[in-house]
């Protein structure tokens, strides 16, 4: 598709605030409004078509699909996201370790037992530890208490903690990156420890890294779209 627009600019609105293209507010699929709640994510927004060149680019638009998405699936049923997010704390990748006596699991203790304890602490739960990849459940207070914390969480809010989570198939970390800040890299750097240690020992896929690379991306994404939201400035 052409370029069909010259100025991009941003507008507040009684529902939030708007992305302008020559003065005329952008619509989502079916005419409604894309309104958002903070200016500062509005002007990501806009960035993204400000960076557009003659022909648009749809890959580069993915601030406005994650709004888009909040918009329309998150906002019709957040309880069912809310579940659908829950499921990375009943698998969550810093719950599941290495057999004793394996060399991975004494960096796994190194590296995960500081974040998924600074985790129960801040949400007052307890997870199992557990060895080996077979699904151990967790305790049934913990997975409440944390239901409970995702139903609380607006649309916006919710769809960035369930992109950050599934990339990192770990509720923890996506809390964590969730945080105002924390360290994007290292908590990705800690999702994909496994990984890591896999690559040190066999050796590096290029097509394995590249998807890796691009992966991070969206995990960083998702951290920056929460603080966005989070930005209440006027």
């Given amino acids: 598709m052409k370029r069909f627009y010259k100025t991009v600019s941003v507008s507040d609105s009684k529902d939030g605030w708007q992305v302008l293209l020559d003065g005329r507010a952008i619509r989502r699929q079916g005419g409604a409004a894309q309104n958002v709640p903070s200016h500062a994510l509005a002007e990501a927004l806009a960035q993204e078509w400000r960076d557009q060149g003659e022909t648009l680019d749809l890959a580069r638009f993915p601030m406005r699909d994650m709004t888009d998405f909040a918009l329309d699936v998150a906002a019709a049923d957040r309880p069912a996201l809310a579940a659908k997010t829950l499921a990375f704390a009943e698998t969550d990748t810093l719950c599941y370790r290495a057999d004793p006596g394996d060399a991975l699991l004494a960096e796994q203790e190194k590296v995960w037992d500081p974040l998924l304890t600074a985790f129960e602490d801040a949400e007052g739960v307890r997870f199992a530890r557990v060895s080996g990849i077979m699904h151990h459940a967790q305790p049934d207070e913990t997975i409440a208490t944390l239901h409970r914390r995702l139903l609380a969480l607006g649309q916006f809010e919710l769809t960035a903690l369930h992109t950050a989570a599934s990339l990192a198939a770990s509720l923890c ?55 966005l939201i989070a930005t209440q400035s006027s």
């Fill in 173 to 227: 970390i996506g809390i964590a990156a969730m945080k105002p800040g924390s360290d994007i890299d290292a908590l990705w750097s800690a999702a994909h420890l496994e990984e890591e240690w896999q690559a040190r020992l066999w050796g590096r896929d290029e097509e394995a890294e590249q998807r890796n690379a691009e992966r991070r991306e969206a995990f960083r994404r998702a951290a920056l779209f929460a603080k």
